[in-house]
């Protein structure tokens, strides 16, 4: 069964520390994986979006890596931020679908 | 602005009254999608669109209808609410087939009674 994992589902931190949101999923098949920030009573905002031959993705202070072969994709997020505060999510499409398979988020709140 | 539009915000309703959810995105998106999302279960596909007249089930089909007469619209109807129905409801387009970057609208927060 194809399944998305984010562990923990907390996680709070003190302003200014660097941090890592994991998502692992059961099956190294995938087309490409995305990771969303959702804000209380948003929509979701896609940060990255990593293609299945790509290792990683960048974009200001977020770095996404890709490792298919251990089922794993991390968000990095350098120097923490008041308004980082919100939960992350990351979704797969595995190759040959036409939907995305998500994670059920890790709620983040930075401590200023 | 690029973004997907989505009507009503919020809504309360009661069982077996059909109620229609719109969905409108501006950036001639191929790719449409519904998904409810609710605590502890995550973002959950409804239904998905691949074009104009083309639609497909997604994990959690039962209970809600589509179409796609349009390219940019995607309602999602609810021909006779129940109350497990009682979710918050995304609309999301992209791109091609979907394997591209995912806009979401702000959500439609729906209680059925």
């Known amino acids: 069964k194809q399944e998305v994992t984010q562990i923990p589902a907390a996680l709070s931190v003190p302003e200014g520390e660097n941090l890592v949101l994991n998502c692992s999923f059961t099956d190294s098949a995938i087309y490409n994986l995305q990771w969303f920030r959702q804000d209380p009573g948003k929509?979701?905002?896609s940060l990255l979006l990593i293609q299945s031959s790509q290792r990683e993705q960048t974009s200001g202070r977020l770095n996404a890596s890709l490792d298919k072969s251990s089922g794993r994709s991390t968000l990095y997020i350098a120097a923490s931020?008041?308004?980082?505060?919100?939960?992350?999510?990351?979704?797969?499409?595995w190759t040959g679908a036409n939907n995305l398979f998500f994670g059920t988020g890790t709620r983040l709140t930075v401590i200023p | 602005e690029?973004?997907?539009?989505?009507?009503?915000?919020?809504?309360?309703?009661?069982?077996?009254?059909?109620?229609t959810v719109t969905c409108s995105q501006n950036m001639n998106h191929e790719?449409?999608?519904?998904?409810?999302?609710?605590?502890?279960?995550?973002?959950?596909?409804?239904?998905?669109?691949?074009?104009?007249?083309?639609t497909d089930k997604g994990d959690v089909p039962e209970g809600y209808k589509v179409s796609r007469k349009e390219k940019r619209?995607?309602?999602?109807?609810?021909?006779?609410?129940?109350?497990?129905q009682t979710s918050l409801y995304f609309c999301a387009s992209s791109f091609g087939t979907g394997g591209g970057e995912l806009f979401f609208g702000e959500g439609s927060r729906l209680t059925v009674l």
């Open chain 1, 43 to 45: 929509g979701l905002t």
């Open chain 1, 81 to 93: 931020q008041p308004g980082d505060s919100a939960t992350y999510l990351c979704a797969v499409r």
């Open chain 2, 2 to 19: 690029a973004q997907v539009t989505q009507n009503p915000r919020y809504l309360i309703t009661v069982t077996g009254k059909k109620l």
């Open chain 2, 31 to 54: 790719y449409m999608s519904w998904y409810r999302q609710d605590p502890g279960l995550g973002l959950r596909q409804i239904y998905y669109s691949m074009n104009v007249e083309v």
């Open chain 2, 73 to 84: 619209n995607f309602p999602l109807i609810l021909e006779s609410p129940s109350p497990n």
